[in-house]
């Protein structure tokens, strides 16, 4: 599975030109460890085509901001041939900002999911 779409890179350029405006967009993009809690949230990506901008939770109960490069997250290789994946349904309108709260204020992506987009 290609992990970005042509549509994907043109909203998450988009945002990258916005960067430091003030501007709080929703993250574009979620990706996954289909064998565990691993999960990344992007908003941008840089003119590098590599370095992705948002949220990234390990699982280790203190998700962050930063960045990440796409192109070892692309290389991680799972058991029984899985890869890190994206999630084909994710849509969201809530910022970046909120997700950031909510994730670290309940140590979980996931968590911060579940009542995010529930509620």
């Avoid at 949230?41 to 490069?69: I, K, M, N, Q, R």
């Avoid at 994946?85 to 969201?92: H, P, Q, V």
């Avoid at 140590?107 to 987009?117: C, K, M, V």
Wanted: aromatic fraction near 6%; proline fraction near 7%; charge should be negative.
């Amino acid at each position: 599975m290609n992990l970005l779409t042509p549509n994907l890179i043109r909203q998450l350029a988009a945002n990258a030109v916005r960067a430091g405006t003030g501007h709080d967009p929703a993250p574009v993009l979620k990706l996954f460890n289909p064998l565990g809690p691993a999960t990344w949230l992007a908003t941008e990506l840089a003119s590098d085509d590599d370095t992705l901008v948002g949220l990234a939770d390990l699982g280790f109960g203190c998700p962050e901001l930063g960045y990440f490069s796409l192109a070892e997250i692309a290389s991680v290789r799972l058991p029984f041939g899985l890869r890190i994946e994206r999630d084909l349904d994710f849509a969201t309108e809530v910022p970046l900002s909120r997700w950031s709260e909510v994730a670290r204020s309940t140590g979980s992506i996931l968590t911060a999911e579940r009542l995010l987009l529930l509620t």
